[in-house]
């Protein structure tokens, strides 16, 4: 028997071929676990070559199935409270419980404007979606897990700018702090009940979140973002050191959310760990 | 369970019945490794009902063996570098390499003594064992490591006590502070080879690490040992804060999370101390 059959995930943020969502829905799905994938659209851009023709939430519940699990994609906007009540009905409708919240769905933000430049209308915009979206994804799933709460795991993830200052992304790095004191909170008001909450810091990860940062340095150079991507495929950027030399992948952070929504860490609760090569 | 298979593993403080090194060797013994079990002792006692009799570093070679792995006891106080010299040349020689190295030894020393009464002796002793002692380890292992370091993967057993302080425990908080500092550094010294250093800061864990403490309290209470363990077990919990998830860690949770950080899962995770401890602070 595979180690999560039987039991319901959500999974928010699962549209994109490159993010997080997508490679924690399908490793989870390849442990029997039925997931509800989320996304604000069915089939979020990427700038990579190739991905031109990426279809969405629909491959990824095709992905799913072809894992042997049920998938159902919802599309919807976790910074609004009549969305996020969407998902969790439809989620109860098809599977009848929730055992599993991973909440992948943020955005970026601009990278460049300080504190005093920054447009209070995007301040708003990025905490509205990565740290009120969190508190009503996360409120309206842990009302469903608490009557039959045994097993129940949430793992957000937030950042290792919530652990530092990030000049020119002050709204995102703002937004991740605010996150893990959410996730700090939750772990702490439902531990009565078992119900493990953990967050995940990642650094640098090769996914459609720093798109917008490759669109920008293209620009600054002067060249096409496809030009730049080949660029960097030929000699890697080391990052900001980052002591193992390389940024990570989607499969790793889908690795270590496994260890924490399996029977494995029961007695882990409460904490943020980063995946970053040892960068902080 | 093979996941561990061909791998060397050494653990030290693998003695104690209760302890999380004894956990740690007969899990990865489970998925097939072979397995260097050191202790400061052959038979490290344990103050609990019923374990007496506890056979020490030999009964945990035996349990390596009955779950699939290869067992080899070492004898060694890794507070001494000639000792710990002898550990890495007796795993060397019965297994010709080290895979994982897993830091579990340290000593409580006193929990109550604050630092104006505290003896010059008890701290060096506490550091010697608890911050000394894993440096010489680790270097003397990393030495080894370094020639062929793929999948080379090192663990260190700190505790909340290395990230804030407990009054009357200064030797201990001083010197778990200080292993999250040398871990960190190995950690940042050892990610050219790819080689993955963590730390574990596991809160309140039923081990025998408490089990002077619960004696030294035993005494001053002017009760027995088994008297006080049967109250402690029945009667509401004193001293330290509530533990959220509301029961104290065991050895397999630990074991468990050791497990995850020696896997090939958890290869972009490195210098990191992860927290174990039910979201205690």
Avoid at chain 1, 106 to 123: K, M, S
Avoid at chain 1, 195 to 200: E, F, K, L, R, S
Avoid at chain 1, 229 to 251: F, Q, T, V, Y
């Amino acid at each position: 028997m595979k180690s999560l059959e039987g039991k319901v995930a959500l999974v928010t943020g699962a549209g994109s071929v490159r993010g997080m969502g997508r490679a924690v829905s399908l490793r989870l799905a390849g442990e029997g676990a039925n997931i509800v994938v989320v996304d604000r659209e069915m089939a979020p851009k990427s700038i990579w070559p190739g991905d031109e023709n990426w279809r969405g939430l629909e491959v990824v519940v095709e992905e799913i199935t072809a894992l042997g699990s049920e998938g159902l994609a919802v599309i919807a906007d976790i910074s609004k409270s009549e969305d996020v009540d969407d998902i969790v009905t439809k989620a109860l409708d098809r599977f009848g419980k929730i055992d599993i919240l991973v909440h992948c769905a943020a955005i970026r933000g601009p990278v460049g404007p300080t504190v005093v430049e920054l447009d209070e209308e995007i301040w708003n915009r990025v905490i509205n979606v990565n740290l009120t979206g969190s508190f009503l994804i996360c409120k309206a799933v842990a009302k469903t897990m608490i009557d039959n709460p045994e097993g129940k795991k949430i793992v957000i993830i937030a950042s290792v700018a919530g652990t530092f200052g990030a000049p020119g992304s002050v709204s995102y790095c703002a937004s991740k702090y605010g996150v893990i004191g959410l996730a700090k909170t939750l772990a702490l008001e439902l531990a009565q009940y078992k119900i493990n909450v953990n967050a995940i810091n990642p650094d640098t990860i090769s996914t459609n979140l720093v798109d917008e940062r490759i669109v920008a340095a293209a620009e600054r150079e002067g060249i096409s973002v496809a030009e730049l991507l080949k660029r960097r495929a030929d000699s890697p950027p080391m990052g900001p050191n980052i002591p193992l030399g390389r940024h990570g992948e989607p499969s790793e952070v889908a690795d270590l959310v496994y260890f924490l929504v399996s029977e494995q860490s029961s007695y882990i609760t409460g904490q943020t760990i980063n995946i970053d090569g040892g960068a902080h | 369970m093979n996941s561990l298979k061909d791998k060397v593993c050494l653990v030290t403080g693998a003695g104690s019945i209760r302890g999380m090194g004894h956990a740690i060797s007969v899990r990865f013994a489970g998925e097939g490794a072979s397995v260097v079990a050191v202790d400061k002792e052959m038979t490290p006692k344990s103050i609990w009902p019923g374990e007496e009799n506890w056979r020490g570093m030999e009964a945990v070679v035996e349990e390596i063996e009955a779950a699939g792995g290869k067992g080899l006891a070492v004898v060694g106080d890794i507070s001494s570098s000639k000792d710990v010299g002898n550990i890495i040349v007796k795993t060397l020689d019965r297994f010709g390499k080290i895979d994982v190295f897993i830091q579990c030894v340290g000593i409580r020393g006193p929990m109550t003594t604050p630092i104006v009464d505290l003896d010059e002796k008890v701290w060096r002793n506490i550091i010697n064992v608890n911050l000394t002692g894993p440096f010489l380890m680790a270097k003397a292992v990393a030495k080894a490591m370094i020639p062929e370091p793929e999948g080379k993967k090192m663990v260190f057993i700190s505790s909340l006590a290395g990230s804030r302080g407990y009054t009357g425990s200064a030797g201990y908080c001083a010197s778990k502070h200080g292993v999250i500092g040398l871990a960190k550094t190995l950690a940042l010294e050892l990610a050219q080879y790819k080689i993955n250093v963590n730390i574990i800061s596991p809160g309140a864990f039923e081990t025998n690490l408490r089990d002077e403490s619960i004696a030294e309290r035993a005494k001053a209470e002017g009760i027995s040992v088994a008297e006080l363990l049967k109250r402690q077990a029945e009667g509401p919990r004193t001293g330290p804060p509530p533990i959220p998830l509301g029961r104290m860690g065991t050895s397999q949770d630990i074991a468990d999370l050791v497990m995850f950080l020696v896997t090939d899962k958890s290869s972009y995770i490195t210098a990191q101390e992860i927290r174990i401890s039910g979201g205690g602070e």
